[in-house]
């Protein structure tokens, strides 16, 4: 079996269990978190809050005004969802998280509206 296959296994497992998202998202969040590393310049823990604002900048680079939209076809909605996401690869051991890791470190992010649409520099 190819890494490739197995990842997509994984992935597919992970949305048979949970339907809310489409597998798009949980590529997105590990390249989000490899975005992370790229901009805290080493690979280490990541916080929900660091990984958030990779995600936000990453969605900025890669669509633009568009990113509300496709995150939204993915089945993400706010940041609660992506926090979701990455609970959701921690319990299929694609991540690891620590003890001080909690869901709720999500709900303290941005508003998807302002964040992508309202300040998107027109």
């Not at 809310?20 to 969040?29: E, H, I, T």
């Not at 969802?81 to 690891?96: P, Q, Y």
Request: glycine letters at 8%; proline letters at 3%.
């Amino acid at each position: 079996m190819t890494d490739d296959t197995e990842f997509e296994e994984k992935i597919q497992a992970i949305c048979d269990r949970d339907p809310r998202f489409k597998s798009p998202a949980y590529g997105f969040v590990l390249a989000a978190l490899s975005h992370a590393f790229s901009r805290l310049g080493e690979i280490r823990h990541v916080t929900g809050q660091e990984l958030l604002e990779s995600v936000k900048q990453l969605g900025l680079e890669l669509y633009g005004p568009m990113a509300k939209e496709v995150f939204n076809c993915w089945g993400l909605h706010s940041c609660e969802d992506f926090g979701d996401v990455v609970f959701n690869l921690v319990e299929e051991g694609m991540l690891s998280k620590t003890e001080e890791d909690k869901i709720e470190d999500f709900e303290k992010g941005f508003d998807f509206e302002e964040e992508f649409v309202a300040k998107f520099p027109w």
